[in-house]
């Protein structure tokens, strides 16, 4: 048979990625998180001052060069505590939202895969987490875990695996029907298997995109419940818990709570546009279900 | 034709699939058996039962809504009774399978290498690197170029008619018993047709593999199959070698589908065709299937009772009342 000539070898990922670099926004987030990435890992180091040390007699100072975000009521460099929080944000976002991608994605593959009454339940129970306010449900969860940083890993983790659910099994109900499951069924090969080796891959376009919304809004959770007193505890420093310290002195001291709360809108504004970003090249058709579940705050 | 022991036995093989408005029967009652060597065709328009029969072999019709009854013995095992994880041991080692589509029937994000592997790490136990070797061979046999690059390439890198042969590859991966083709040729143009019906024709010939080759292109059975099932409404209307198939036509039916095939230098010749539609596997008509469609049905029993197979010759069998005029039967 004529061998015609086939086009140069292009992997679906360059394909991807080619597109996603053609797209300016997203590159912009995109270099944001490899800076906050830098800034997470190297924090302690970057940071001019300590960001625990009080000095009661500098409190309240406003930016100036040796203080470039001024300083809270203890005296404490703004700068050196937006610096450092970057990393537990960071962290809480990324195992959150990894908790809810292994369970949410794991219960997607089975529901959708399995159908019928499997469906059913695991689909009707997660409904039901689906139906509590995100941040109500969180609450909840973190009073009868008790507070602090780990708990509220688990709390927005559990609050944000339904989504990964419900996007993981709209796509696997399509692709169980293609002809190259059947096909792979007719070689023998079991559930399980199917289900890791062909359906999986084919569902990861929606996943990823998921993935990087998702973290936006699990770092804005974060914000929200240390803001509360339940998530990161006193004297480490988070964003959320320094725009609740602040909220006394916003008329004395605006620094206090624009910095962190910049920090906050930057992060998340990164992580949403790099989604974006990833869903255009993914799949332009895709919409996000996270559009329609609305806002935490 | 050298046919040998007889390799699998199907008995009044039923499918039903439920549906709002009621059982479909989609194929009733088909029997017949397959012989080591054999290719065995099955014809039928769309919609006769014909994938369906054969996809209800290894039960890989999804129940519920199907339901499949009746026996298919392979080396004296009813498969229909078999556990889901001896039935998936059956399922690409002694029951091969090619399907229609080789674009939609290759994951575009596996390579062609991890496909065409699956069937032997499964089944044959082999390592990776010795299913990788087996893979190479394979690619080799069904003829195509440079199967070690082949290997690691995604289906859409690859044109239809190369897909195909993948998919054949995979067919044959642990040399089945049986190879099923299930319109395999039905998506390819017409050159690349005759070569994989070539292809498939001389590995059968190297592997002495059984084939049914379902088709509803009559020109293809014509060329390689050794006897025919003519399908309808669910229901085996006529089973003949393929030659008394041709020359000694018995049913109705069969003689108004070689009717409509169009005739190479009968230029200007209007086709014929077989008035009305197929029937409704929900709301089938009483008696014969095809009756209220057939030009024949004088005989009171055709809109009432069911015409069963007779025998009218060896190996021969057709279902109905009617007793064709010698100068109808072509």
């Known amino acids: 048979m004529t061998d015609v000539a086939l086009p140069?070898?292009?992997?679906?990922?360059?394909?991807?990625?080619?597109?996603?670099?053609?797209?300016?926004?997203?590159?912009?987030?995109?270099?944001?998180?490899?800076?906050?990435?830098?800034?997470?890992?190297?924090?302690e180091w970057l940071a001019p001052h300590s960001p625990t040390r009080t000095n009661i007699p500098n409190r309240l100072e406003p930016p100036s060069l040796t203080h470039p975000f001024g300083t809270d009521e203890l005296g404490r460099d703004?700068?050196?505590?937006?610096?450092?929080?970057?990393?537990?944000?960071?962290?809480?976002?990324?195992?959150?939202?990894?908790l809810s991608l292994a369970v949410g994605v794991t219960i997607g593959l089975v529901?959708?895969?399995?159908?019928?009454?499997?469906?059913?339940?695991?689909?009707?129970?997660m409904d039901m987490v689906f139906a509590f306010p995100a941040i109500l449900l969180a609450i909840a969860i973190l009073a009868v875990?008790?507070?602090?940083?780990?708990?509220?890993?688990?709390?927005?983790?559990?609050?944000?695996?339904?989504?990964?659910?419900?996007?993981?099994?709209?796509?696997?109900?399509?692709?169980?029907?293609?002809?190259?499951?059947?096909?792979?069924?007719?070689?023998?090969?079991?559930?399980p298997r199917i289900i890791v080796r062909h359906v999986l891959p084919n569902v990861m376009g929606p996943i990823i995109v998921q993935t990087s919304l998702s973290l936006a809004f699990a770092i804005l959770s974060e914000a929200a419940l240390s803001f509360l007193g339940l998530g990161v505890q006193p004297p480490d420093p988070a964003w959320g818990r320094m725009l609740a310290e602040a909220r006394g002195f916003v008329r004395v001291a605006w620094w206090m709570g624009v910095f962190p709360?910049?920090?906050?809108?930057?992060?998340?504004?990164?992580f949403n546009l790099l989604g974006d970003g990833l869903r255009d090249a993914l799949d332009p058709r895709q919409k996000s279900v996270i559009e329609s579940r609305g806002h935490l705050l | 034709m050298s046919t040998g022991d007889v390799v699998l036995s199907v008995r009044d093989l039923r499918v039903t699939f439920g549906t709002a408005r009621g059982p479909a029967r989609v194929v009733e009652g088909v029997s017949y058996d397959l012989h080591a060597g054999e290719t065995l065709a099955i014809v039928g328009e769309s919609g006769s039962g014909k994938s369906v029969s054969t996809l209800a072999l290894t039960r890989l019709i999804p129940e519920p809504p199907g339901r499949v009854e009746g026996e298919v013995v392979l080396a004296g095992q009813d498969l229909l009774t078999l556990p889901p994880g001896a039935l998936r041991k059956v399922r690409g080692r002694r029951i091969g399978m090619i399907f229609q589509d080789p674009m939609t029937s290759l994951n575009p994000v596996l390579t062609v290498g991890r496909q065409v592997t699956e069937g032997l790490e499964h089944h044959l136990g082999l390592s990776?690197?010795?299913?990788?070797?087996?893979?190479?061979?394979?690619?080799?046999?069904?003829?195509?170029p440079d199967p070690e690059r082949r290997l690691g390439e995604y289906p859409h890198?690859?044109?239809?008619?190369?897909?195909?042969?993948?998919?054949?590859?995979?067919?044959?991966?642990?040399?089945?018993e049986v190879l099923v083709a299930d319109e395999a040729t039905t998506a390819l143009d017409v050159t690349i047709q005759a070569q994989?019906?070539?292809?498939?024709?001389?590995l059968q010939a190297e592997l002495g593999m059984a084939v049914i080759w379902i088709t509803h292109d009559l020109g293809v059975v014509a060329g390689i199959a050794d006897r025919v099932l003519v399908m309808y409404g669910g229901r085996v209307l006529e089973e003949a070698a393929a030659d008394d198939l041709y020359a000694d036509t018995r049913h109705p039916y069969t003689a108004g589908l070689l009717a409509s095939l169009p005739v190479v230098g009968e230029a200007g010749r209007r086709l014929v065709s077989i008035t009305g539609l197929p029937p409704d596997p929900v709301d089938l008509p009483p008696g014969c299937v095809f009756h209220p469609r057939c030009p024949h049905r004088d005989d009171p029993r055709c809109a009432t009772e069911l015409p069963p197979l007779r025998e009218v010759a060896p190996g021969h069998r057709v279902a109905c009342f009617y007793e064709l005029p010698a100068e109808a039967r072509r």
Request: glycine share 10%.
């Open chain 1, 8 to 43: 140069p070898h292009r992997s679906r990922t360059r394909d991807v990625l080619g597109v996603l670099s053609k797209n300016r926004l997203a590159i912009v987030g995109l270099v944001v998180l490899l800076l906050l990435g830098v800034v997470a890992l190297f924090g």
């Open chain 1, 78 to 98: 703004i700068l050196s505590r937006v610096l450092v929080a970057a990393r537990v944000s960071l962290q809480v976002g990324f195992i959150a939202v990894g």
């Open chain 1, 111 to 125: 529901a959708g895969y399995y159908g019928r009454f499997v469906d059913t339940a695991l689909m009707r129970f």
């Open chain 1, 145 to 191: 875990l008790g507070p602090g940083i780990r708990n509220a890993m688990i709390a927005i983790g559990i609050v944000y695996t339904p989504i990964f659910a419900r996007v993981t099994r709209g796509s696997v109900l399509s692709v169980r029907e293609e002809d190259y499951v059947r096909a792979s069924r007719s070689v023998g090969a079991s559930g």
């Open chain 1, 261 to 270: 709360g910049l920090a906050i809108v930057v992060t998340v504004m990164a």
């Open chain 2, 128 to 144: 990776e690197k010795d299913a990788r070797r087996r893979a190479r061979e394979l690619l080799d046999l069904v003829g195509i």
């Open chain 2, 157 to 176: 890198q690859l044109s239809g008619g190369m897909r195909q042969r993948v998919m054949i590859a995979i067919g044959l991966a642990c040399e089945p």
């Open chain 2, 196 to 202: 994989i019906v070539e292809l498939v024709q001389r």
